[in-house]
């Protein structure tokens, strides 16, 4: 498929999350932005998110061992093309591993 950068999509300072394939962004107390939660380019329902991080905050632990932090102006398109493979496997129903999806990219 033909892939192409969305220049509104992405911000600096995004997470990508390598368990679970989200992306979102993360304030200095490690609350997230449930309503900008994505999978892919598809929306995570913030009920959803709460049930996988048993709330809105983040554990320290988990952010070590768990996340990447795009934060820099390389990140923005980094994040895009995150986000077009991972929407790319779901779409196509590709089973993969964000973690090595983000390694690869």
Known sequence: PT???DPHFAIRGLHFDVKTGYLFKMDAHRTIQVDCVYAGRTKV???RVYAR????T????YIKTNMFQLNDLFGIPEAC???DVV???RDQRLV???YYLLEDV
């Open 96 to 98: 993969y591993d964000p």
């Open 53 to 56: 991080y048993n709330g809105s």
């Open 45 to 47: 329902d913030p009920n």
């Open 58 to 61: 983040v554990s320290q632990d």
């Open 3 to 5: 892939l192409k950068y």
């Open 87 to 89: 929407q790319y496997f």
């Open 81 to 83: 093309l995150i986000a």
